[in-house]
């Protein structure tokens, strides 16, 4: 990395108050010595086209997405990994040396990794995997799982029109499920995944029976506040191996900092003391 010029990162999003990224990458240029910056911007939707593509000009090498712009952002991008068309969303812009914004998707690499570190015993080839909600973060993990290995991804949601169109847009490997049935999908899951902003703090609880959960499955949240949700909780009672969602916010950030500061950075207690602070 040059030193001729500065380079700045940051996040985009509207509003933009509430993000860690900003504390994360702080804690991680200021771990490994790097004279950079990193900004959050609030910018509505109407100024994103004009902002994201000003940016580069400004000595930025790059910025994470997050709502509402993860749709439609890729219409400002030059090219699109294949991960990020397939999940229909984006969450890391690289702003090339030729002019080129490059768009991608972590969230399913932070998932995966968050899994790994949570839950190193798990084999994605051990059984099916059930996904609890059918939006843009359900897409990241179903993603990541097929690729992974899971025989059979069983995904339920409130709204059943939403989970076919996860059916259509990934194939037989997706299986579709009625709410009404979520408590009894699980039964034969090696891994349940809540994607769902319930149990989130100020949202209502996740309400779904977990009697028939096997105490050997793995059970994730992508709720990260509060660090243990209720779901968390009664799986632990039950003996199953729990994974909070923090790592995956950690872990998704990894790659867009490499690539913008030169330096791969290590998730370990102080990035998540950083984080949480």
């Known amino acids: 990395m040059t030193e001729t010029r500065i380079p700045l990162a940051g996040v985009i999003g509207h509003p933009i108050s509430h993000s860690k990224s ?46 509402p712009h993860k749709e439609a952002v890729m219409a400002v991008a030059d090219q699109i990994t ?8 984006v969450n890391t812009l690289i702003f ?21 570190a949570g839950a190193p015993d798990w084999d994605p080839k051990s059984g099916p995997a059930v996904v609890f909600g059918a939006g843009g973060a359900a897409r990241a993990v179903i993603s990541a799982l ?12 409130r709204t059943r029109v939403r989970a ?30 809540n994607t769902t902003s319930l149990g989130m703090i100020g949202k209502p609880e996740l309400r779904v029976p977990l009697d028939g959960l096997r105490a050997d499955a793995v059970v994730t949240d992508l709720v990260y506040a509060p660090l243990k949700t209720r779901l968390l ?7 199953c191996t729990t994974v ?6 950690l872990h998704q950030a990894v790659p867009g900092f490499e690539r913008w500061f030169g330096e791969r950075p290590v998730v370990d207690a102080a990035t998540r003391a950083a984080a949480l602070r």
Not at 233 to 238: F, L, P, R, S, V
Request: aromatic share 6%; charged share 25%; hydrophobic share 40%.
């Open 22 to 67: 900003p504390r994360l990458h702080g804690h991680w240029l200021k771990t490994y010595g790097i004279n950079g910056h990193y900004i959050p911007m609030d910018v509505a939707p109407q100024d994103l086209a004009q902002v994201v593509r000003t940016l580069p000009k400004a000595g930025f090498v790059g910025v994470n997405i997050t709502i």
């Open 82 to 89: 294949d991960r990020a068309t397939l999940i229909g969303a």
């Open 96 to 116: 090339r040396e030729d002019g080129r914004i490059l768009a991608d998707n972590t969230d399913g690499y932070g998932f995966m990794e968050n899994l790994r």
């Open 146 to 157: 097929a690729e992974a290995g899971v025989p059979e991804v069983i995904v339920t949601n």
């Open 164 to 193: 076919d169109k996860l059916k259509d847009d990934f194939g037989q490997r997706v299986t579709v499920a009625d709410w009404v049935q979520a408590g009894n999908v699980v039964e034969d899951a090696r891994l349940v995944v």
């Open 233 to 239: 909780a009664e799986a632990e009672e039950m003996g």
């Open 244 to 249: 909070d969602g923090l790592g995956m916010l």
